[in-house]
Protein backbone atom coordinates (compact mmCIF):
# COMPACT_ATOMS: atom_id res chain seq x y z
CA UNK A 1 0.00 0.00 0.00
CA UNK A 2 1.45 3.23 -0.93
CA UNK A 3 3.83 5.12 1.64
CA UNK A 4 3.12 2.70 4.30
CA UNK A 5 6.29 2.13 5.98
CA UNK A 6 7.08 -0.74 7.53
CA UNK A 7 9.57 -0.95 10.27
CA UNK A 8 12.44 -3.43 9.47
CA UNK A 9 12.89 -5.41 12.70
CA UNK A 10 11.59 -8.65 14.14
CA UNK A 11 10.72 -8.08 17.08
CA UNK A 12 7.21 -6.36 15.64
CA UNK A 13 4.68 -8.43 14.49
CA UNK A 14 2.91 -6.61 11.59
CA UNK A 15 -0.24 -7.39 10.84
CA UNK A 16 -2.00 -5.73 8.02
CA UNK A 17 -5.77 -6.40 7.86
CA UNK A 18 -7.78 -5.69 4.26
CA UNK A 19 -4.53 -4.60 2.61
CA UNK A 20 -5.81 -3.62 -0.47
CA UNK A 21 -8.69 -1.79 0.74
CA UNK A 22 -6.10 1.39 2.20
CA UNK A 23 -6.19 2.32 -1.36
CA UNK A 24 -9.44 3.75 -1.09
CA UNK A 25 -8.57 5.63 2.27
CA UNK A 26 -8.69 9.43 1.79
CA UNK A 27 -6.24 9.62 4.44
CA UNK A 28 -2.62 11.23 3.91
CA UNK A 29 -0.84 8.39 4.57
CA UNK A 30 2.63 10.83 5.31
CA UNK A 31 4.77 8.94 8.24
CA UNK A 32 4.72 11.44 11.18
CA UNK A 33 6.25 9.65 13.36
CA UNK A 34 9.03 6.63 13.76
CA UNK A 35 10.60 4.64 17.00
CA UNK A 36 14.31 3.76 16.19
CA UNK A 37 14.91 1.05 18.73
CA UNK A 38 13.93 3.64 21.38
CA UNK A 39 14.93 2.75 25.35
CA UNK A 40 13.93 4.44 28.44
CA UNK A 41 15.62 2.84 31.53
CA UNK A 42 16.12 4.17 34.92
CA UNK A 43 19.09 2.89 37.14
CA UNK A 44 17.79 0.94 40.43
CA UNK A 45 20.94 0.46 42.40
CA UNK A 46 22.99 -1.35 40.21
CA UNK A 47 20.84 -2.85 38.10
CA UNK A 48 18.88 -1.09 35.17
CA UNK A 49 15.07 -0.84 34.80
CA UNK A 50 13.56 -0.25 31.31
CA UNK A 51 10.22 1.08 31.54
CA UNK A 52 10.70 0.63 27.39
CA UNK A 53 13.02 -1.38 25.41
CA UNK A 54 13.92 -1.32 21.96
CA UNK A 55 10.46 0.20 20.64
CA UNK A 56 10.38 0.19 16.72
CA UNK A 57 7.19 1.51 15.47
CA UNK A 58 6.10 3.93 13.29
CA UNK A 59 2.59 6.32 13.15
CA UNK A 60 0.73 7.73 10.00
CA UNK A 61 -0.29 11.40 9.75
CA UNK A 62 -4.34 11.44 10.64
CA UNK A 63 -3.90 8.33 12.56
CA UNK A 64 -5.95 7.08 15.27
CA UNK A 65 -3.63 5.12 16.95
CA UNK A 66 -4.47 3.07 20.61
CA UNK A 67 -1.89 2.22 22.72
CA UNK A 68 -3.33 -0.71 24.82
CA UNK A 69 -1.45 -2.66 27.80
CA UNK A 70 -1.84 -3.87 31.25
CA UNK A 71 -0.87 -0.90 34.36
CA UNK A 72 3.18 -0.56 34.81
CA UNK A 73 3.41 -2.15 30.76
CA UNK A 74 5.12 1.46 29.72
CA UNK A 75 2.23 3.14 27.82
CA UNK A 76 2.56 6.56 29.21
CA UNK A 77 6.06 6.44 28.92
CA UNK A 78 5.79 5.74 25.60
CA UNK A 79 3.20 8.84 25.13
CA UNK A 80 5.70 11.35 27.27
CA UNK A 81 8.58 10.29 24.62
CA UNK A 82 5.80 11.03 21.62
CA UNK A 83 5.31 14.35 23.44
CA UNK A 84 8.45 15.14 24.30
CA UNK A 85 7.83 15.56 28.08
CA UNK A 86 10.53 13.07 28.78
CA UNK A 87 13.77 12.07 26.70
CA UNK A 88 14.76 9.03 25.63
CA UNK A 89 17.97 7.03 27.40
CA UNK A 90 18.91 5.51 23.41
CA UNK A 91 17.43 5.25 20.17
CA UNK A 92 15.85 7.77 17.26
CA UNK A 93 12.87 9.52 17.61
CA UNK A 94 11.33 11.07 14.42
CA UNK A 95 8.60 13.53 14.49
CA UNK A 96 7.78 14.76 10.12
CA UNK A 97 11.56 13.98 9.71
CA UNK A 98 13.57 15.48 12.22
CA UNK A 99 14.79 13.71 15.25
CA UNK A 100 13.56 14.71 19.03
CA UNK A 101 16.52 12.87 20.46
CA UNK A 102 18.98 15.33 19.40
CA UNK A 103 16.80 18.53 20.64
CA UNK A 104 17.75 21.00 23.19
CA UNK A 105 15.73 21.25 25.91
CA UNK A 106 14.47 24.87 23.89
CA UNK A 107 13.67 23.16 21.08
CA UNK A 108 11.45 20.20 22.84
CA UNK A 109 9.49 22.95 24.78
CA UNK A 110 9.06 24.53 20.91
CA UNK A 111 8.11 21.17 19.78
CA UNK A 112 5.42 20.77 22.67
CA UNK A 113 3.89 24.15 22.36
CA UNK A 114 3.60 23.92 18.59
CA UNK A 115 2.69 20.52 17.69
CA UNK A 116 1.09 18.50 20.32
CA UNK A 117 -1.53 18.61 22.02
CA UNK A 118 -2.62 16.28 25.82
CA UNK A 119 -5.39 15.31 27.45
CA UNK A 120 -5.24 13.50 30.33
CA UNK A 121 -7.47 11.49 32.66
CA UNK A 122 -8.30 13.51 35.11
CA UNK A 123 -8.76 16.50 33.06
CA UNK A 124 -5.59 18.76 34.84
CA UNK A 125 -8.35 22.14 34.52
CA UNK A 126 -7.38 24.81 36.65
CA UNK A 127 -10.20 25.11 39.48
CA UNK A 128 -10.50 28.72 39.34
CA UNK A 129 -10.58 29.70 35.40
CA UNK A 130 -13.54 28.93 33.45
CA UNK A 131 -13.80 27.16 30.88
CA UNK A 132 -13.34 29.43 28.15
CA UNK A 133 -10.19 30.97 30.51
CA UNK A 134 -9.19 27.94 30.66
CA UNK A 135 -8.67 27.19 26.75
CA UNK A 136 -7.85 30.90 26.49
CA UNK A 137 -4.70 30.17 28.60
CA UNK A 138 -2.93 28.04 25.34
CA UNK A 139 -2.51 31.68 23.70
CA UNK A 140 0.28 32.51 25.92
CA UNK A 141 1.80 29.57 25.16
CA UNK A 142 1.46 29.44 21.22
CA UNK A 143 0.84 32.51 18.85
CA UNK A 144 -1.65 31.33 16.04
CA UNK A 145 -4.11 29.45 18.80
CA UNK A 146 -7.73 29.27 17.74
CA UNK A 147 -10.23 31.15 19.36
CA UNK A 148 -11.60 29.72 22.83
CA UNK A 149 -15.22 29.75 21.75
CA UNK A 150 -14.64 27.93 18.67
CA UNK A 151 -12.62 25.30 20.31
CA UNK A 152 -15.45 24.64 22.90
CA UNK A 153 -18.29 25.38 20.15
CA UNK A 154 -16.02 22.62 18.39
CA UNK A 155 -16.41 20.24 21.05
CA UNK A 156 -20.21 21.35 21.93
CA UNK A 157 -19.86 23.73 24.86
CA UNK A 158 -20.08 26.83 23.55
CA UNK A 159 -22.99 27.25 25.89
CA UNK A 160 -20.51 26.37 28.74
CA UNK A 161 -17.96 29.05 28.77
CA UNK A 162 -18.25 30.57 31.73
CA UNK A 163 -19.05 27.77 34.05
CA UNK A 164 -16.10 26.61 36.30
CA UNK A 165 -14.83 23.50 36.06
CA UNK A 166 -16.74 22.20 39.30
CA UNK A 167 -19.94 23.36 37.82
CA UNK A 168 -19.65 20.86 34.67
CA UNK A 169 -19.99 17.22 34.65
CA UNK A 170 -16.88 14.67 34.20
CA UNK A 171 -17.72 14.37 30.45
CA UNK A 172 -17.90 18.12 30.30
CA UNK A 173 -14.91 18.78 31.76
CA UNK A 174 -12.85 16.22 29.80
CA UNK A 175 -14.39 18.07 26.30
CA UNK A 176 -13.46 21.15 27.97
CA UNK A 177 -9.97 19.82 28.08
CA UNK A 178 -9.83 18.72 24.86
CA UNK A 179 -10.95 22.23 23.30
CA UNK A 180 -7.84 23.68 25.18
CA UNK A 181 -5.50 20.87 23.38
CA UNK A 182 -7.50 21.57 20.01
CA UNK A 183 -6.91 25.36 20.57
CA UNK A 184 -3.34 24.98 20.08
CA UNK A 185 -4.21 23.14 16.64
CA UNK A 186 -1.78 20.50 17.08
CA UNK A 187 -0.58 17.98 14.97
CA UNK A 188 -0.27 15.50 17.69
CA UNK A 189 -3.20 14.96 20.03
CA UNK A 190 -1.92 13.05 22.95
CA UNK A 191 -4.16 10.85 25.41
CA UNK A 192 -3.96 9.23 28.41
CA UNK A 193 -6.74 6.84 29.53
CA UNK A 194 -8.67 10.34 28.50
CA UNK A 195 -12.39 8.38 29.08
CA UNK A 196 -10.67 6.37 32.48
CA UNK A 197 -12.99 8.50 34.84
CA UNK A 198 -16.34 8.96 32.72
CA UNK A 199 -19.09 6.24 32.57
CA UNK A 200 -19.82 4.20 29.59
CA UNK A 201 -21.82 6.84 27.30
CA UNK A 202 -19.87 9.98 28.54
CA UNK A 203 -16.97 7.84 27.77
CA UNK A 204 -18.14 7.26 24.06
CA UNK A 205 -18.74 10.91 23.49
CA UNK A 206 -15.37 11.73 24.11
CA UNK A 207 -13.83 8.83 21.97
CA UNK A 208 -15.95 10.28 19.09
CA UNK A 209 -15.04 13.38 19.32
CA UNK A 210 -11.20 11.99 19.30
CA UNK A 211 -12.32 9.70 16.22
CA UNK A 212 -13.48 12.66 14.25
CA UNK A 213 -10.53 14.60 14.91
CA UNK A 214 -8.39 11.95 13.02
CA UNK A 215 -10.94 11.31 10.67
CA UNK A 216 -11.90 14.75 9.26
CA UNK A 217 -9.57 17.21 10.51
CA UNK A 218 -6.46 14.83 9.76
CA UNK A 219 -4.63 15.00 13.13
CA UNK A 220 -3.25 12.09 14.15
CA UNK A 221 -4.61 10.81 17.94
CA UNK A 222 -2.28 8.76 20.04
CA UNK A 223 -4.83 7.06 23.21
CA UNK A 224 -3.46 5.08 25.82
CA UNK A 225 -6.04 2.68 27.37
CA UNK A 226 -6.09 -0.40 29.32
CA UNK A 227 -9.63 -0.82 27.64
CA UNK A 228 -9.15 -3.75 24.49
CA UNK A 229 -12.41 -2.83 23.75
CA UNK A 230 -10.67 0.43 22.35
CA UNK A 231 -8.44 -1.32 19.82
CA UNK A 232 -11.65 -1.85 17.90
CA UNK A 233 -11.53 1.91 16.65
CA UNK A 234 -8.57 2.42 15.71
CA UNK A 235 -6.37 2.57 12.79
CA UNK A 236 -3.65 1.39 14.49
CA UNK A 237 -3.67 -0.40 17.66
CA UNK A 238 -0.05 -0.70 19.43
CA UNK A 239 0.73 -3.42 22.29
CA UNK A 240 2.79 -3.09 25.19
CA UNK A 241 3.93 -5.08 27.65
CA UNK A 242 6.95 -5.41 29.97
CA UNK A 243 8.25 -2.33 28.56
CA UNK A 244 8.40 -4.24 24.47
CA UNK A 245 6.62 -3.30 21.79
CA UNK A 246 4.27 -6.80 21.42
CA UNK A 247 2.60 -6.01 18.43
CA UNK A 248 1.69 -3.18 15.79
CA UNK A 249 -1.50 -3.78 14.14
CA UNK A 250 -2.79 -1.67 11.13
CA UNK A 251 -6.59 -1.82 10.73
CA UNK A 252 -8.23 -0.61 7.32
CA UNK A 253 -11.71 -1.10 8.48
CA UNK A 254 -12.05 -0.08 11.88
CA UNK A 255 -15.56 0.84 13.95
CA UNK A 256 -17.15 3.84 14.50
CA UNK A 257 -16.65 4.97 18.51
CA UNK A 258 -20.43 4.78 18.85
CA UNK A 259 -20.61 1.34 17.69
CA UNK A 260 -18.11 0.22 20.52
CA UNK A 261 -18.88 -1.08 24.18
CA UNK A 262 -17.49 -1.70 27.43
N1 LIG B 1 10.47 8.19 36.86
C1 LIG B 1 10.48 6.84 37.00
N2 LIG B 1 11.41 6.24 37.75
C2 LIG B 1 11.44 4.89 37.89
N3 LIG B 1 10.56 4.06 37.28
C3 LIG B 1 9.60 4.62 36.54
C4 LIG B 1 9.50 6.04 36.34
N4 LIG B 1 8.44 6.30 35.55
C5 LIG B 1 7.90 5.08 35.25
N5 LIG B 1 8.59 4.10 35.83
C6 LIG B 1 8.29 2.66 35.74
O1 LIG B 1 8.24 2.29 34.39
C7 LIG B 1 7.22 1.30 34.19
C8 LIG B 1 6.26 1.78 33.13
O2 LIG B 1 5.55 2.90 33.61
P1 LIG B 1 4.38 3.60 32.81
O3 LIG B 1 4.87 3.95 31.46
O4 LIG B 1 3.86 4.71 33.65
O5 LIG B 1 3.31 2.41 32.70
P2 LIG B 1 1.77 2.45 32.27
O6 LIG B 1 1.43 3.83 31.81
O7 LIG B 1 1.65 1.42 31.18
O8 LIG B 1 0.99 2.04 33.47
C9 LIG B 1 6.55 1.08 35.53
O9 LIG B 1 7.10 -0.08 36.10
C10 LIG B 1 6.92 2.33 36.30
O10 LIG B 1 6.99 2.06 37.69
MG1 LIG C 1 0.04 5.19 32.55
Excluded at 87 to 97: E, N, Q
Excluded at 98 to 106: A, G, I, K
Excluded at 212 to 238: G, L, P, Y
Excluded at 245 to 251: A, G, L, P, R
Aim: charged share 25%; glycine share 6%; with cysteine.
Amino acid sequence: MFGKKKPEKTNLEIIDLNEDSALSSDKDPKVLIEFKDVCKKYSQGEHDFYALKDANLTINEGEMVVILGPSGAGKSTLLNLLGGMDSASSGHIMFDGEDLTTYSDNQLTKYRAQNVGVVFQFYNLIPTLTAYENVALMKDIKDDTADPLEALASVGLADHAHQFPSQMSGGEQQRTSIARALAKNPRLLLCDEPTGALDTDTGKEVLKLLQDMSREKNRTVVMVTHNSFFADIADTVIRVKNGGIQSVVHNDTPKDASEVSW
